[in-house]
């Protein structure tokens, strides 16, 4: 079976301020690991994907293999970034996408 | 990026009613299409997976019989909630894929509550 996990809910940071929103999974194969964000009012959209390794609006996400984890990281928030990010797996079975609970991100001024 | 479009967008009925919520990729050929649910502040729960021409693969504890799903053309998906029940009540999103492997994007979802 496939699970993610997010243990935040909500992640408030200051505007600058380093954020990193936690994503933990299970997968007995090889995953392909992805994050998703949803901005106020619009769709959920692809943010981005590990296989991909590179950095969409200075977030970036490393795989960890070990750990089974893939954490989401920007060093410094805009309060743009303001959103809800769901980290999401996809296993070998017709890549359905497993979710996490999701975390709401606030990023204050 | 490529557009899914999932119509209505919010929608309200009466218990016992059926309801038919589409969904249609407006600029590329959809091979297989999602459908998942979300109940307030929980994550999206996969209901099933539709591939064009072919019945639908219902996840676990999901009624194919309650959640009836066509996806008759590669632009086309629908889902119909079947003598709806107040707790059937919840927002539903549909995902389209090209290839197998590329990028799924998601419909803009459908609020449905049943009174």
């Known amino acids: 079976a496939q699970r993610v996990t997010q243990p935040e809910k909500l992640l408030s940071v200051f505007k600058g301020a380093p954020v990193e929103l936690k994503c933990n999974y299970s997968?007995?194969?090889?995953?392909?690991l992805f994050w998703y964000v949803q901005y106020s009012r619009q769709r959920l959209q692809l943010l981005l994907r590990h296989i991909s390794r590179e950095s969409i609006k200075g977030f970036t996400a490393d795989l960890n293999k070990g750990e089974t984890s893939f954490h989401l990281k920007k060093p410094f928030a805009q309060e743009e970034d303001s959103a809800m990010y769901y980290c999401a797996l996809s296993g070998n079975a017709g890549n359905m996408l497993t979710f996490g609970g999701g975390t709401r991100l606030m990023v204050k001024p | 990026g490529a557009v899914v479009s999932q119509h209505p967008s919010r929608v309200i009925c009466k218990s016992g009613t059926s309801v038919k919520i589409e969904c249609r990729s407006l600029d590329f050929q959809a091979t297989t299409m999602f459908w998942y649910r979300q109940f307030p502040k929980q994550s999206l729960m996969l209901m099933a997976t539709?591939?064009?021409?072919?019945?639908?693969?219902?996840e676990q504890g999901v009624e194919k019989d309650k959640f009836l799903i066509n996806h008759a053309s590669l632009t086309l998906s629908t889902l119909t909630v079947t003598s709806a029940h107040p707790e059937d009540s919840s927002f539903y999103i549909c995902s389209a894929q090209g290839r197998l492997g590329t990028e799924a994007f998601f419909g803009q979802g459908t609020r449905l509550t049943v009174v």
């Open positions: 539709s591939n064009e021409g072919s019945k639908a693969t219902y």
């Open positions: 997968y007995s194969g090889s995953p392909e």
